[in-house]
């Protein structure tokens, strides 16, 4: 018996109708990446494991999906790792390489790479699929898009200001309500050094960025297993709890970490973005989150964070600065900033919210009928100039009951079919059906054309 074919979980297939409203997403993305000035690159889906190990984190390191090396993978593997359990010497024994986890990383290794072919500041947009060996359920997929838009090679804030717009600009054209969370790396080191615990930042950074996931007193209580007294807790408590608009929050964040170099730097960095946003229209609320983390060690500066208003899916769009990550791989002092679009929740909130436009390109706008060989020779002439007018069209392959080739046109979304039988042929009027109205138009080709235009 053959077995069952299946994917493996956490990974979809696409259907015509699916790969039309997601290309939907990926275009309007991608048109205000280049209204911004921003150019395409790609990188490959595998990367040496030394590029991306160690850049994300402890947990982040844990999702990676490495690539076992071909033959005898196991050759310099002795019983004796395996029995003193030594992990890192046994991965990096079976692999060299693994899937990306993100865009970024593999973005900072390029610049590197080819940091004399590139002009700075390098305004870069990736759109490709990246790998988490991450739990998969709602909104959290193993295999997943980004859509990432960055410039390396300035350290001006305005560039953060400039994403918050694209932002903006984004998710209106998508029509979807969003609320724009900032925060800064340097106010999150200041809180560290205020409440005596400065090398625990990465254990209170991974702590509260899950926050929203399993609540405030999850939080304190793994802040507790990561070392962290209850005197540390108690004062980081009035910090994270902070409320009121971003002005009153600012305020008393300089007042509580501003005694700090990296907490006053970070401050004032926020109150900078905030100001040059009062000079610009945003739709989208921004608000100051004191408690945003998003719990990876390349950030150094602003923290962005985006979600959607109406549906309670995570976060649809999300980065940083990185001012430190193309010096790993040979190049220090080059400043970054970017963010990541996620394409497969922000799918997942235009269904849910019944957001995708009805009609859409991606499919036949006319369907012409086969009425038999005479006809379909004819038609195939017709065919020709609708496709030459950028009218996307097909002629059906097979001379079949008329039924069966309009449920055809159903089926695919086809919204007119054209009938040219033996009348319409010496007549030179082609009847079009609109699918969805039913009505019927007989007119000459050139008429047609400007109504399906129209």
Not at 9 to 15: A, L
């Amino acid at each position: 018996m053959a077995q069952k074919p299946s994917i493996p979980k956490g990974t979809r297939d696409f259907s015509p109708e699916e790969m039309v409203r997601r290309n939907y997403i990926f275009d309007t993305i991608r048109n205000v990446f280049q209204h911004y000035g921003y150019q395409n690159i790609e990188t490959p889906a595998m990367e040496n494991l030394s590029t991306l190990m160690g850049k994300y984190g402890e947990e982040g390191d844990r999702l990676l999906f490495k690539i076992l090396n071909s033959g005898d993978f196991l050759k310099n593997i002795t019983p004796g790792d395996v029995e003193a359990g030594n992990i890192n010497k046994i991965t990096f024994s079976i692999s060299e390489k693994g899937l990306r986890y993100d865009l970024t990383v593999p973005f900072a290794r390029y610049v590197v790479q080819h940091r004399n072919d590139i002009v700075f500041p390098f305004k870069r947009y990736q759109i490709q699929p990246v790998w988490r060996a991450d739990r998969p359920q709602k909104g959290r997929y193993r295999e997943f898009y980004q859509c990432d838009v960055d410039v390396i090679g300035s350290d001006s804030l305005l560039n953060e200001v400039e994403l918050i717009r694209m932002i903006d600009d984004i998710f209106k054209k998508l029509k979807i309500e969003i609320v724009i969370k900032l925060n800064n790396r340097k106010v999150l080191t200041g809180i560290a050094e205020v409440i005596d615990a400065p090398d625990k930042l990465t254990d209170i950074t991974t702590a509260i960025d899950k926050l929203d996931k399993i609540g405030i007193e999850n939080v304190y209580e793994e802040l507790r297993q990561r070392g962290l007294s209850e005197d540390n807790i108690n004062m980081l408590e009035p910090i994270i709890n902070l409320s009121g608009d971003n002005e009153k929050r600012l305020t008393c964040l300089k007042e509580l970490v501003g005694g700090t170099a990296s907490g006053s730097q970070g401050t004032n960095e926020l109150q900078e973005i905030v100001d040059y946003l009062k000079k610009v229209e945003i739709k989208a609320d921004v608000e100051i989150d004191q408690a945003l983390a998003r719990g990876l060690n390349y950030y150094t500066g602003a923290i962005i964070e985006v979600k959607a208003k109406d549906v309670n899916i995570g976060s649809v769009c999300g980065g940083g600065r990185y001012d430190d990550l193309t010096g790993i791989f040979g190049l220090p002092g080059v400043s970054g900033v970017g963010v990541s679009f996620g394409a497969d929740r922000i799918y997942d909130v235009l269904e849910e919210m019944n957001l995708f436009p009805e009609h859409q390109k991606g499919t036949t706008e006319v369907m012409l009928a086969n009425f038999g060989k005479k006809e379909s020779e004819f038609a195939l002439r017709v065919l020709e100039v609708l496709q030459n007018s950028g009218i996307s069209a097909e002629l059906y392959p097979d001379a079949a009951k008329m039924k069966k080739q309009m449920q055809y046109a159903n089926r695919k979304g086809v919204h007119y079919v054209m009938l040219i039988g033996e009348e319409e042929m010496k007549a030179g009027h082609y009847t079009l059906k609109d699918m969805e109205t039913g009505e019927q138009t007989k007119e000459v080709l050139s008429e047609l054309i400007r109504l399906i235009q129209g």
